[in-house]
């Protein structure tokens, strides 16, 4: 693959790379250090105190958005590689492919139909007997035929679940 980087996402990866090493940390160290030797001289002024305060705010400040831009860069590269084991795998639902995608309520259905295949799985105790919640069903229904009336009328919701 080309580099098609700009200068500025080349600097800001640099900087992530060097600001979570042993030297950052060390440098971060001998300030800290060279800052305390300090106090002395300037008498514990307000003036030194503030030069702390200042420099470690400003610091944080643009911290916060070097890790915001590495986690989102690590996120969506984990969220390509789920992809693409999804879409590889045969028998995989391509429905939770871009699963981050979807609304904070489309995610709860998601989660709850994937419960419900969890707790059918239980119930037959096979956890990897079935890829989806309709092939779960569906196997469900033809093990046991009183069953299927049952699971019928459970999606009416004329039957609570256990």
Same mark, same amino acid.
Not at 22 to 27: E, H, W
Not at 39 to 52: A, C, E, R, V
Not at 129 to 143: F, L, Q
């Given at each position: 693959?080309?580099?098609? $980087?700009?200068? !500025?996402?080349? =600097? &800001? ?6 600001? *979570?090493?042993? $030297? &950052? ?9 060279a800052w305390l030797l300090t ?7 307000? $003036? ?5 305060n200042t420099g470690t705010t400003?610091?944080? =400040? !643009?911290?916060? =958005? ?10 969506? &590269? ?8 999804? &879409? ?5 639902? @391509?429905? !939770?492919? @871009?699963?981050?995608?979807?609304? +904070? ?12 295949? =969890? $707790? ?7 956890? *990897?007997?079935?890829?989806?919640? +309709?092939?779960? +069903? +569906? ?11 049952? !699971?019928?009328?459970?999606?009416? *919701?004329?039957?609570? @679940?256990?």
């Open positions: 693959m080309q580099d098609h $980087t700009s200068a !500025l996402e080349r =600097f &800001a990866h640099r900087m992530t790379v060097w600001t *979570g090493s042993t $030297t &950052a940390f060390v440098a971060a160290l001998c300030v800290l250090a106090g002395p001289i300037f008498h514990w002024s307000d $003036t030194w105190q503030l030069i702390i400003i610091v944080t =400040f !643009l911290m916060v =958005f070097l890790i915001q831009r590495a986690q989102n860069k690590d996120s969506l &590269a984990i969220h390509i590689k789920l992809n693409e084991l999804i &879409a590889a795998k045969h028998g995989a639902s @391509n429905r !939770l492919l @871009n699963v981050e995608e979807f609304s +904070e309520e489309d995610l709860r259905l998601l989660h709850d139909v994937y419960a419900r295949l =969890f $707790t059918m799985a239980r119930r037959d105790r096979d956890i *990897g007997a079935a890829h989806s919640v +309709e092939e779960a +069903e +569906e196997r469900s229904a033809h093990k046991t035929p009183s069953r299927k009336n049952t !699971l019928a009328l459970r999606r009416k *919701g004329s039957v609570p @679940n256990r």
